[in-house]
């Protein structure tokens, strides 16, 4: 069975602490793994990884993946209180194109 | 902004009524994914359709029907409502330069 599994559930840090988000995974056919934030609304889109290695960067937030040892993390440096949210994670297959996600870490971040 | 919307945002509708949600989308994806959202769950996929009138299940597909008669317009049909059905439902396209997913605003069904 797929499944997507990230830890930890949730988190509470002050303002300007980095945080490390884990995600692994069980999935056939793996074609890419995605990171979204969610706050109260809709997922948005952070970053795509296909390839094992390469760092994905952006602003304060950064992500690798591992295809070897099957997970990917996602950094936030310099935590600021907007990047309170869900943020989830999420395996694309290449079988039927489907996604399968993680139920999510939480992240508040206190000032 | 990737040209989603979702209607009904919001209904409250009772057990045993019929219930459509409707996506659009205005940028012509191949696409298009129904998704539910619950706490402790995660979001888990309904049905998901690769082009018009070309539809799969997905991993909570009981109870639900789909249908795409055009590309722009994926809807999601609750035939017989329950209240385990009580959730909220995002739709979700496939596109960009990396085929990544792109989410609707969701849209909140409760079942009373």
């Known amino acids: 069975e797929d499944k997507v599994v990230q830890s930890p559930l949730s988190l509470v840090v002050h303002e300007g602490d980095t945080v490390t988000l884990n995600c692994s995974y069980e999935?056939?056919?793996?074609?890419?793994l995605l990171w979204y934030k969610q706050e109260k609304k809709a997922p948005t889109f952070l970053f795509m990884l296909?390839?094992?290695?390469i760092e994905k960067k952006s602003g304060r937030l950064s992500s690798i993946l591992d295809k070897k040892e099957l997970f990917s993390i996602l950094n936030i440096t310099a935590t600021q209180t907007g990047d309170s949210a869900i943020y989830l994670c999420?395996?694309?297959?290449?079988?039927?194109?489907?996604?399968?996600f993680g139920t999510g870490t939480s992240l508040t971040v206190i000032p | 902004d990737a040209g989603i919307t979702q209607s009904p945002r919001h209904k409250v509708t009772e057990t045993g009524t019929p219930v459509t949600l409707r996506c659009h989308q205005t940028?012509?994806?191949?696409?298009m994914y129904w998704y539910r959202q619950d706490p402790g769950h995660g979001l888990r996929l309904i049905h998901y359709?690769?082009?018009?009138?070309?539809?799969d299940k997905g991993e909570v597909s009981d109870g639900y029907s789909v249908s795409r008669s055009k590309t722009e317009d994926f809807l999601l049909t609750l035939e017989s409502a329950t209240s385990s059905q009580t959730s909220v439902y995002f739709c979700?396209?496939?596109?960009?330069?990396?085929?990544?997913?792109?989410f609707g605003p969701g849209t909140r069904l409760t079942v009373t």
């Open positions: 979700a396209i496939r596109g960009g330069p990396s085929y990544e997913q792109y």
């Open positions: 999935v056939t056919n793996f074609r890419s």
């Open positions: 296909t390839s094992s290695g």
């Open positions: 999420a395996v694309g297959t290449n079988t039927g194109n489907q996604f399968y």
């Open positions: 940028e012509n994806h191949r696409y």
């Open positions: 359709s690769y082009g018009v009138k070309d539809t």
